[in-house]
């Protein structure tokens, strides 16, 4: 079975911090996406990688970086976070365009 | 804008009863449509999906609906069972760029199943 796995469950931050939310994936699947899931907004993608070291934004990318160095690991990086930073991250990966995502079971970061 | 709309943001139908969810949407190239259903503290799972080919897609309790002149979707489940009880998102996709479809979610419809 397909295992997405994020580093932290909660995570507490400070304005201005730079902050690492890490996932990594253990089948080999070639797309690896960041969400973020608001109340009322439903999930929004920020980040998708669809090979190593490649990116593209997603719909809502101010504010955030990714890197993906090696195929089974995709990282965000909010540069210097900010109060409306405070959200769940998902993140999810697919092995080709045709199926369906699986999702890690989030970090919940604030942003204080 | 929103692409995908969920307008109910929640549901409450008795066990055993059907439970239908209702998802809008507004970019004509969307061809490939999703649900997933999420419990708290955990990540969305896939639950079904529709081509935009059909107009139907059936599996177990589940069914998707699809209807590409009303750009509407709807879920339905029969007989709904307490551990249906969940958050229902629909998203929608169409092919993009390099080897990723790119989905847009719905805001999410909340279905409680009573005992």
């Known amino acids: 079975d397909v295992k997405v796995t994020q580093s932290s469950r909660y995570l507490v931050k400070r304005t201005g911090e730079k902050v690492f939310l890490e996932c990594v994936q253990d089948?080999?699947?070639?797309?690896m996406f960041w969400y973020r899931q608001d109340p009322g907004l439903g999930l929004r993608l920020i980040y998708f990688?669809?090979?190593?070291?490649?990116?593209e934004k997603g719909d809502i990318p101010e504010g955030y970086s990714v890197s993906r160095e090696k195929k089974e690991r995709f990282s965000l990086i909010l540069e210097s976070a900010s109060t409306n930073q405070t959200s769940m991250y998902l993140c999810?990966?697919?092995?080709?365009?045709?199926?369906?995502?699986?999702f890690g079971n989030g970090t919940r970061l604030t942003v204080t | 804008d929103q692409q995908v709309k969920q307008n109910s943001p929640s549901l409450s139908v008795q066990e055993g009863r059907i439970s239908i969810l209702n998802c809008d949407y507004t970019?004509?190239?969307?061809?490939?449509f999703l649900w997933y259903k999420k419990y708290p503290a955990e990540g969305p799972t896939f639950l079904i999906s529709?081509?935009?080919?059909?107009d139907k897609n059936e599996d177990g309790r589940f069914t998707v609906f699809l209807n590409k002149s009303a750009k509407h979707l709807s879920l339905h489940i029969v007989p709904s069972q307490p551990g249906d009880s969940a958050v229902y998102f629909c998203?929608?996709?169409?092919?993009?760029?390099?080897?990723?479809?790119?989905?847009?979610f719905g805001s999410g419809t909340q279905l409680t199943v009573l005992p």
């Open positions: 970019n004509s190239m969307f061809d490939y």
């Open positions: 089948m080999d699947h070639e797309n």
């Open positions: 998203a929608a996709s169409f092919a993009g760029s390099g080897s990723a479809r790119q989905l847009t």
């Open positions: 529709i081509s935009s080919i059909k």
């Open positions: 990688s669809y090979d190593v070291k490649m990116k």
């Open positions: 999810a990966s697919s092995p080709d365009q045709s199926s369906p995502l699986h």
